[in-house]
């Protein structure tokens, strides 16, 4: 089982969070931010991973914190789980409909950070959530997990379909880019290393 354990303690934060990648997708989720949670509990459960996330942050200030330091800590757990990635198939690529909406994912569990994020919202909150924190919340979880993710919004109008649609999404393609292949020896690399 590929799993980790990282808690994450600021002035701002005081995060824990474990992970299962080869799970079943079970979750017990509490960020104190509704809406977030429900888009976590959607990516562990199709994903078919086993998360569990405790957070506390300055929501008297605003969401911005915690979404973000949510992401960073989630990162580094998808990182510590895959150790050295040997035997991944590394690459994992997500179309995914929600009502009228359609998502792309598309990430590259590479060593390399990016971010390629084309979504525009036709809200400027989902229920306490700043619909502007979904890039960064996935901005910190490429960033602190070394993946390169390319993220899409096609066409939507609801911005609860439209940030469903990712997060599922990202669920589905991270469980496509860790799932192992037995024919892969060492990492999916000419390089030799990830």
């Not at 996935?138 to 939507?156: D, P, Q, S, W």
Request: glycine share 8%.
């Amino acid at each position: 089982m590929r799993t980790a354990q990282i808690d994450r303690k600021t002035s701002e934060t005081d995060i824990s969070i474990d992970i299962n990648l080869d799970g079943s997708g079970k979750y017990d989720i509490d960020t104190g931010i509704g809406f977030f949670d429900h888009m976590l509990c959607l990516m562990s459960k199709h994903g078919l991973m086993d998360v569990k996330i405790k957070a506390k942050g300055d929501l008297y200030v605003d969401p911005h914190h915690t979404v973000e330091d949510v992401g960073i800590t989630f990162g580094k757990c998808i990182e510590k789980a895959l150790e050295d990635k040997s035997g991944i198939k590394r690459y994992g690529t997500v179309f995914l409909p929600m009502d009228e909406a359609l998502a792309m994912v598309s990430m590259d569990i590479s060593g390399r950070p990016y971010i390629v994020f084309d979504a525009e919202f036709n809200s400027d909150k989902v229920g306490e959530m700043d619909t502007e924190l979904v890039e960064e919340f996935f901005r910190a979880v490429a960033f602190n997990a070394g993946i390169t993710l390319h993220e899409k919004i096609l066409y939507g109008k609801n911005s609860h379909h439209m940030i469903e649609a990712l997060f599922k999404a990202f669920g589905k393609a991270l469980k496509e880019a860790v799932t192992k292949d037995e024919r892969i020896k060492g990492v999916m690399s000419t390089k030799g290393s990830l």
